[in-house]
């Protein structure tokens, strides 16, 4: 079985940097797994922490620059941390610095995938975290749940296992009302559940509940298990894998994106939108057809042959996201026209599809 275990701030930091005793606890776990011939992917946040334990900084600070040079201060620290652990059982490590744009790129996103895969072959264990140093954005909105997410999609792995530090996803706020009710399953996502998974995160780490839901969201469209459990008992990830119930299982969809499908959806970002008229909905929704230049009403922002960009119901609802054969000014001219009419207008035609349906995925 292939895992992605995301690891928190909030569950290996202490007051004055990391906790060593907690990063050796998850990392026997872990070592356990892996010597069953579970292959694992870490994705682990902690720069940060381990930077203002190292330059004794007690309050994370807000600026961006800032958080960007403590985590540089604390990279080194984190990494040998999990280095120093795991090779006391007997395992090699490897650090892994991803940032956005190797999941925005087609070429990048299967380079990476090559490389995980190979080290997961040499029985390797990668630690990935986004590269704090320059990443702004992940910074900013404190992704490395849905870093994790992606990780999972772009290696399919079978689960994701999110260690927080509570036991998992509650009705409530159990911070708030300790008599709040755990789930243990969660069939699907709705917009109730990601209500209820609202509120702030943590001192040191950049997620919170809400986070990890929408991470479980991507996830689990892709045909991955997603358990969020309590990071800090011991034994929990061998518990999970011998049939043990921990935590809240967030169930995978019955049918599963392809890698491809998983990039588009969620590894690459939108450049423009179409809106598309009722007709061409329901074909692309419900009969599964590619999109052709007479649904599309209207054309928004500008793109290239090959972007990605959503498509708009006529009420506003995003409902499919794809790569477009055509750019944006190509797409305005032919918009509402028949396929038979595309080289009278343009001169030339790529193909008879604005959007195919292999290149097309439904929104969740």
Same mark, same amino acid.
């Given at each position: +079985?292939?895992?992605?275990?995301?690891?928190?701030?909030?569950?290996?930091?202490?007051?004055?940097?990391?906790?060593?005793?907690?990063?050796?606890?998850?990392?026997?776990?872990?070592?356990?797994?892996?010597?069953?011939?579970?292959?694992?992917?870490?994705?682990?946040?902690?720069?940060?922490?381990?930077? +203002?334990?190292?330059?004794?900084?007690?309050?994370?600070?807000?600026?961006?620059? +800032?958080?960007?040079?403590?985590?540089?201060?604390? %990279?080194?620290?984190?990494?040998?941390?999990?280095?120093?652990?795991?090779?006391?059982?007997?395992?090699?490590?490897?650090?892994?610095?991803?940032?956005?744009?190797?999941?925005?790129?087609?070429?990048?996103?299967?380079?990476?995938?090559?490389?995980?895969?190979? =080290?997961?072959?040499?029985?390797?264990?990668?630690?990935?975290?986004?590269?704090? /140093?320059?990443?702004?954005?992940?910074?900013?909105?404190?992704?490395?749940? %849905? =870093?994790?997410?992606?990780?999972?999609? =772009?290696?399919?792995?079978?689960?994701?296992?999110?260690?927080?530090?509570?036991?998992?996803?509650?009705?409530?706020?159990?911070?708030?009302?300790?008599?709040?009710?755990?789930?243990?399953?969660?069939?699907?996502? /709705?917009?109730?559940?990601?209500?209820?998974?609202?509120?702030?995160?943590?001192? #040191?780490?950049?997620?919170?509940?809400?986070?990890?839901?929408?991470?479980?969201?991507?996830?689990?469209?892709?045909?991955?298990?997603?358990?969020?459990?309590?990071?800090?008992?011991?034994?929990?990830?061998?518990?999970?894998?011998?049939?043990?119930?921990?935590? /809240?299982?967030? +169930?995978?969809?019955?049918?599963?994106?392809?890698?491809?499908?998983?990039?588009?959806?969620?590894?690459?970002?939108?450049?423009? /939108?179409?809106?598309?008229?009722?007709?061409?909905?329901?074909?692309?929704?419900?009969?599964?057809?590619?999109?052709?230049?007479?649904?599309?009403? %209207?054309?928004?922002?500008?793109?290239?042959?090959?972007?990605?960009?959503?498509?708009?119901?006529?009420?506003?609802?995003?409902?499919?996201?794809?790569?477009?054969?055509?750019?944006?000014?190509?797409?305005?001219?032919?918009?509402?026209?028949?396929?038979?009419?595309?080289?009278?207008?343009?001169?030339?035609?790529?193909?008879?599809?604005?959007?195919?349906?292999?290149?097309? #995925?439904?929104?969740?």
């Amino acid at each position: +079985m292939r895992l992605v275990v995301k690891i928190g701030s909030n569950i290996i930091a202490a007051k004055d940097g990391l906790d060593e005793a907690r990063i050796g606890a998850i990392a026997s776990d872990i070592a356990a797994a892996r010597g069953k011939g579970h292959e694992i992917v870490i994705v682990s946040s902690g720069a940060i922490a381990a930077g +203002m334990g190292k330059l004794g900084i007690r309050e994370k600070p807000s600026d961006i620059r +800032m958080k960007q040079a403590i985590a540089a201060v604390g %990279q080194s620290s984190l990494m040998w941390a999990y280095e120093k652990t795991f090779a006391e059982k007997g395992w090699k490590v490897a650090q892994v610095l991803l940032t956005r744009d190797v999941f925005s790129d087609r070429a990048r996103y299967i380079n990476a995938k090559g490389t995980l895969i190979s =080290l997961l072959g040499l029985k390797v264990i990668p630690i990935i975290n986004e590269n704090d /140093t320059v990443a702004v954005e992940e910074l900013r909105f404190g992704d490395n749940d %849905q =870093l994790a997410a992606l990780v999972a999609s =772009l290696i399919e792995a079978d689960r994701l296992i999110i260690l927080s530090d509570v036991d998992g996803f509650y009705k409530e706020d159990p911070r708030l009302n300790p008599n709040a009710e755990l789930m243990d399953i969660v069939e699907g996502i /709705t917009p109730k559940i990601e209500k209820m998974a609202g509120g702030s995160g943590s001192l #040191v780490g950049t997620g919170g509940m809400y986070s990890k839901v929408l991470a479980a969201k991507k996830a689990v469209t892709a045909g991955i298990a997603v358990h969020i459990v309590n990071g800090r008992k011991n034994g929990i990830i061998s518990g999970l894998l011998e049939g043990g119930r921990h935590g /809240t299982l967030f +169930m995978p969809t019955e049918s599963r994106l392809s890698a491809k499908k998983g990039w588009i959806a969620y590894g690459v970002k939108a450049k423009g /939108t179409l809106v598309i008229d009722d007709g061409a909905k329901e074909a692309v929704m419900s009969r599964g057809k590619s999109l052709l230049p007479s649904g599309i009403v %209207q054309v928004e922002g500008e793109f290239k042959s090959g972007d990605p960009v959503y498509c708009v119901s006529l009420k506003g609802e995003r409902i499919a996201k794809g790569l477009s054969n055509y750019s944006s000014r190509e797409v305005e001219k032919i918009k509402g026209m028949k396929t038979s009419e595309i080289e009278k207008a343009l001169g030339y035609r790529y193909s008879d599809e604005v959007i195919h349906r292999d290149n097309l #995925v439904l929104t969740p």
